[in-house]
C-alpha cells in the first residue's frame, strides 16, 4: 500500500531511489515518482504506470544528481491514477516536497483552511493537503513545521519531506503506516521495508507511532510529534539480498510456491522437541503462565492470512480442545465484541501491518485480551504490540499473492495448538507422534509439487472458463477459500469458495456444462460426504477437478481431473492441499497473460482501513 524510500548521504541518490522504487513495487503500482534536491534546487520526475516509466523520465530529463531525494510507489486511495495525483507533492510557498503512505482522514477541513489561506491545490490528494499545510507552517525549520502539521492531522502516515532551502536534512515521520530508517556510514535509507535497506545497511530503527526523525549527513535525531526525545531501538537486519531476487525464476509467486519445503523445515527448526514431546515457542516462553489459564480464543486476520487463522480454529479445537473462533479484523473492532476473562486474540498476519488486523487487535487489547501475534516481518507493527508471539520465519514474501506465508501461519498454528494441547491434557507420547507427522510436511510439500507440470496441464483445459467453484470440508473448506481467492487476486477468474455441502443450498444453481469444480476430497473424516457432493455436480454437467490423496484411485471414475496429495493426517492436509491450488492459479494467471507479481487493483500490505 504505496511504497516510500527516502536517501541522504555523499552517492547521488537517484539510482538508490529507483532501486529501492522497484523492490517496494509490490506495495503499489499504479504510479511512481522521485524529487531529488540539486544544491537549493528541487527537481521532480512523476509518471503513471510502473517504477520503468519515472526512469524513462528521468532519462529524458537527463538525470538527477543531488544526494538527497524521495521516492514514492502508489496504490490510489485519494484521487485517480494520474500524474497530477503521483507523488512527491510540493507545497506553493515554501519549496516542501513530500512522499506518503496512509490516509490524511481530515484532509477536507484542512484543505478548506488552506484555500481560505490562499494556497491553490494542483491534486485531488490528501497528500498535497499534509505539503501545503506542512509549507504553511515552515518558518526556516523542517522538523518544526512537520511537528506542527502531524499535530492537526488525523489518519495514518509514514512521511518523508524535504525543503528546498534546508538541502541537508531530511525528515520522516510516522503514524499507523511502517517506516524503518537504515543507518549506513554517512548515509541513511529511509523505506517502507527493510527490502529497500538491505542493499546499503544492516543497520537499522522502525519508527513508533507518532516519532518523528530528523536526519542530516552528520546524524540523526529521533522524538515525538510533541517534542520529546526518543531512543531508537536499533535492530540487525536479517534478510539478505538473494531472499528478494528472483533467482532463476519467472516470478516471485512461483519462486515462494516453490521454496515453501525449505522454508517450511525453518519453520519448525529448534521448535519441535522429540524426545520431549513438546513444542518450543521461544516467543511464548514470557507468556507460558498466562496462556495456561486460556479459555477461548479468537483469530483475527484479513484476505489469506484470515484463511489460515480458519484453520487455526479448527486445530485449537481439535488438537487442544479448546473454543477458537476466526473473525476478520475489519468486522471485530466495531461490532463491540465481548472480551471475556482468559480470552486470548492471536493476529496472524505477514506483514504485521494489516491496518484491519492492527486495529482489531487494539480493540482487543482495550478490552483486556491476552494478545499473541502469528506475523513474519520481524520488528513491524503486530509484531511489537502483542504480548507473545511466533515469527513465521518464512523470509521476504515480495509476490502480492500470498503463498509461503500461508503455509507458514498454518503450520506455526499447528505448532500453537499442539503446545497448548500438551499444556492442557496430551502425552508426550501422542504429542511426539504429532511432531513426526508434522516434522515430514516440507518432504510431503516437496513431493507434491513435483505435480506442477499436470497441475499446468489441467489448468490449460479449463483457462478460458470464466467461473469457477471451490469446495473442500472440515479442514479444507478454508482451503477451498484459499483456493478460489488466489484464482481471483491473479487471474481475475471469478472463483467462490465454499464449504461442500453448503453447495447445494443456493450455489447448485451456478452449475452449468463444463463448469470447473475444484474439490478438496482427499482422504479424512467427510471423504465418503465429499463424494456424495462430487455426484452432485457430476451430474449436473460441472467439471471435477479433484485433489486427492495419493493412492485413491476410486475418484478418477468420479473426477474428470485427479491432483495427488501425499498421504497424511487430516489436520495436516491443508499445508499440501493448497499447493496445487496456489501453482493453478498461478498457471491461470500466466497463460492469460497477466502480471502475476502485481495484480490489477492490489497491493500486497493494506495499510488503510
Ligand atoms: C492484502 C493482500 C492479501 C493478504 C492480506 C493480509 O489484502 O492483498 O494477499 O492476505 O492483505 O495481509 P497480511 O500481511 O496481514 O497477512
Redesign the pocket.
Known amino acids: 500500500m504505496c511504497g516510500i524510500v527516502g536517501y541522504i548521504g555523499s552517492r547521488v541518490a537517484q539510482p538508490l531511489l529507483i532501486e529501492g522504487l522497484k523492490r517496494l513495487e509490490y506495495r503499489g503500482y499504479d504510479s511512481a515518482g522521485v524529487a531529488v534536491l540539486e544544491g537549493d534546487h528541487l527537481r521532480i520526475a512523476r509518471a503513471v504506470g510502473r517504477v520503468a516509466e519515472v526512469e524513462e523520465k528521468l532519462d529524458q530529463l537527463g538525470g538527477f544528481a543531488g544526494t538527497l531525494g524521495i521516492a514514492h510507489t502508489r496504490w490510489a486511495t485519494h484521487g485517480g491514477v494520474t500524474e497530477a495525483n503521483c507523488h512527491p507533492h510540493r507545497d506553493d510557498k515554501s519549496g516542501i516536497a513530500l512522499v506518503h503512505n496512509g490516509i490524511i482522514e481530515n484532509y477536507a477541513a484542512l484543505r478548506t483552511y488552506l484555500e481560505e489561506k490562499g494556497h491553490v491545490f494542483s491534486s485531488e490528494t490528501d497528500t498535497e493537503v499534509l505539503a501545503m499545510l506542512i509549507g504553511e507552517l515552515y518558518e526556516g525549520d523542517l522538523e518544526k513545521a512537520v511537528k506542527a502539521a502531524l499535530r492537526e492531522v488525523t489518519g495514518a502516515y509514514a512521511i518523508a519531506v524535504l525543503c528546498e532551502h534546508d538541502p541537508n536534512t531530511l525528515v520522516v515521520a510516522r503514524k499507523g503506516s511502517p517506516l524503518m530508517v537504515g543507518v549506513g556510514s554517512g548515509e541513511y535509507v529511509v523505506a517502507s521495508d527493510a527490502s529497500a535497506i538491505i542493499a546499503h545497511t544492516s543497520q537499522a530503527f522502525p519508527l513508533d507511532d507518532y516519532n518523528v526523525v530528523r536526519i542530516t549527513r552528520e546524524g540523526f535525531r529521533t522524538s515525538t510529534i510533541n517534542d520529546v526525545p526518543v531512543s531508537p531501538k536499533m535492530m540487525q537486519l536479517e534478510m539478505d539480498l538473494e531472499q528478494i531476487e528472483l533467482g532463476g525464476f519467472s516470478h516471485f509467486m512461483q519462486k515462494e510456491i516453490y521454496e515453501q519445503p525449505k522454508v517450511l523445515r525453518t519453520t519448525l527448526r529448534g521448535r519441535l522437541d522429540h524426545n520431549e514431546g513438546r513444542v518450543i515457542l521461544g516467543g511464548l516462553a514470557s507468556f507460558a503462565k498466562e496462556l495456561i489459564k486460556a479459555r477461548r480464543f479468537i483469530l483475527t ?6 484463511h489460515a487463522a480458519m484453520i487455526g480454529e479448527y486445530l485449537l479445537e481439535d488438537l487442544a480442545k479448546i473454543s477458537a473462533e476466526v473473525e476478520y479484523g475489519s468486522e471485530f473492532r466495531y461490532r463491540n465484541p465481548i472480551i471475556e476473562e482468559n480470552t486470548v486474540v492471536v493476529a ?7 491496518a484491519d ?1 492492527l486495529c482489531a487487535l487494539r480493540e482487543a487489547k482495550d478490552r483486556g485480551a491476552m494478545a499473541l501475534g502469528v506475523v ?2 520481524v520488528g513491524s507493527s ?1 509484531a511489537r504490540e502483542t504480548d507473545a508471539g511466533v515469527y513465521l520465519r518464512v523470509g521476504p514474501e515480495v509476490g ?3 503463498t509461503k ?1 500461508f503455509t507458514g ?1 498454518v503450520t506455526v498454528l499447528t505448532m500453537l495448538a499442539l503446545y497448548m494441547a500438551r499444556r492442557r491434557f496430551m502425552s508426550p507420547e501422542v504429542c511426539a507422534r504429532c511432531l513426526r507427522q508434522l516434522d515430514e510436511i516440507p518432504a510431503k510439500v516437496e513431493q507434491t509439487l513435483e505435480s506442477d507440470y499436470r497441475v499446468r496441464k489441467v489448468t490449460e483445459r479449463y483457462v478460458e472458463r470464466d467461473n469457477w467453484l471451490f469446495l473442500g470440508r472440515g479442514y479444507n473448506y478454508p482451503t477451498a477459500l484459499e483456493g478460489a ?1 488466489k484464482l481471483k ?1 491473479i487471474s481475475y477468474i471469478h472463483a467462490e469458495g465454499m464449504p461442500a455441502a453448503e453447495m447445494k443450498h443456493g450455489p447448485i444453481a451456478l452449475i452449468d456444462d463444463g463448469m470447473p469444480v475444484v474439490f478438496i476430497a482427499n482422504k479424512g473424516r467427510q471423504y465418503d460426504k465429499v463424494m456424495s457432493n462430487i455426484a452432485e455436480v457430476r451430474s449436473r454437467g460441472g467439471h471435477v477437478i479433484a485433489v486427492a490423496t495419493e493412492g485413491d484411485n476410486d475418484i478418477k471414475s468420479v473426477a474428470e481431473e485427479v491432483l495427488y496429495i501425499p498421504e497424511c493426517e487430516e489436520y495436516l492436509s491443508p499445508i499440501l492441499a493448497v499447493v496445487p491450488l496456489q501453482l493453478m492459479a498461478y498457471h491461470a494467471a500466466v497463460l492469460r497473460g497477466h502480471d502475476v507479481d502485481k495484480p490489477r487493483n ?5 495499510t488503510v482501513e
Open positions: 486476520a484479513q484476505g489469506t492470512a484470515l496472524v498476519s505477514q506483514s504485521g501491518e494489516t488486523t513474519n516481518v503486530i502480492v499473492a500470498s506465508a501461519q481467492l487476486e492490489l497491493a500486497k500490505s493494506v
